[in-house]
């Protein structure tokens, strides 16, 4: 990387950073007396706020069901379209 190009990019970041750290006031002026006062809400780990995740065994199972089911109505709406043009 060339001198100069990594003084433009440490330019960018430099900007980039900078920007990061200002108030915006837009956002700043529409938060009510009592929302700045709020306490921050209770913190709970993953595994309680997420449901848990199908067995992969099952999920397979129920997605060759689905596909075997798909390719039996394809297969019959290309015999119909087969019948239909004979």
């Known amino acids: 990387m060339t001198r100069s190009n990594a ?5 960018c970041l430099l900007a980039l950073a ?7 006031p ?3 002026d529409q938060l009510s ?3 700045r006062s709020a306490d921050y809400p ?3 780990p993953l595994d309680q706020a997420l449901e848990p995740l199908p067995h992969p065994g ?10 075997a089911a798909r ?7 290309a015999s119909a379209l087969n019948a239909a043009s004979e």
């Open 7 to 11: 003084f433009k990019i440490s330019a």
């Open 18 to 24: 900078t920007s990061a750290c200002t108030r915006v």
């Open 26 to 28: 837009e956002l700043e």
């Open 33 to 35: 007396a009592d929302l």
């Open 42 to 44: 209770v913190l709970v």
């Open 58 to 67: 099952t999920q397979s199972e129920e997605l060759k069901q689905q596909m």
């Open 71 to 77: 390719s039996a109505r394809l297969q019959n709406r």
